[in-house]
Structures are given as C-alpha cells and as structure tokens.
C-alpha cells in the first residue's frame, strides 16, 4: 500500500511541476521539505496506461491488495494486459532468469509476496492463453 501511494505522490508532484508549480510552492503545500520534493522528482513519473490502475501488472496486484481494486477489476485488467513475450534461451537447461515484464516475472512475484492468491494467478494465466 505504501508503495502504491508513493508512486501516486510522485506523478502527481510531476503533474504539478508540469501545471507551473515551483518545487518551493509544492514543498509549503505538502508541509515536506523542497528536498523530499525534489527526490520526487528526479524519478520519472510511470505511464499509466488508459483503464488500468498502474503502470505496471504487479502495481496492479499491489492496488488489489491494498484494497483499491476488487478481484473483478483485477481480473479485468490483467486479462488485458500485455505482458513482454517469453525470452527463449535455445536450450531447456539453460535459464535466462526472470525477465521484466513478463507474465512469469510481475504475476510470479505478485503470488511469491502474497499480493495475490493461486487461484487469481491461474485465472489471469488463463485469460492469457490464446
């Protein structure tokens, strides 16, 4: 959950840089420090795409088990979500790690910190599927 509104902190201080606001006025509105301001900023803002709730699969499964999301959404979503297309290494022993932005990479992580349960994950591998 912490993460989560951090990272909505942080594009919405980017919005208002954006808007004109200076890193002085955003730092007396918010009652932090122009450096906390700042260290805001030098981080890029995520792209969030249209009708979804983050920029990326396991930001979605962070936002569900925050509570921002119900299990609905969070299937919606997913189900439509373009996960980055597996990395073949040539050989069935050979392993070339987590690759990010995969399905096995964001949903694998979202179910190993408990974001999500199994049956999520086997529902959203499914809607996946051809």
């Not at 299990?71 to 022993?93: C, H, I, N, T, Y």
Request: glycine share 10%.
């Amino acid at each position: 959950m912490a993460s989560c509104a951090r990272r909505d902190l942080r594009d919405a201080v980017h919005r208002l840089v954006d808007v004109g606001m200076t890193e002085s006025d955003i730092s007396r509105v918010l009652g932090v420090k122009r450096l906390a301001v700042w260290k805001l900023l030098v981080r890029a803002p995520q792209i969030v795409p249209d009708g979804f709730a983050d920029a990326t699969a396991y930001g979605i499964c962070e936002r569900y088990s925050a509570g921002y999301i119900d299990g609905d959404e969070l299937a919606r979503q997913l189900s439509r979500w373009e996960f980055a297309p597996m990395q073949w290494a040539g050989s069935l022993v050979e392993d070339v790690g987590p690759v990010e932005g995969t399905f096995s990479s964001e949903m694998g992580q979202a179910l190993r910190d408990g974001l999500i349960d199994g049956e999520l994950y086997e529902l959203v591998l499914n809607a996946q599927q051809p």
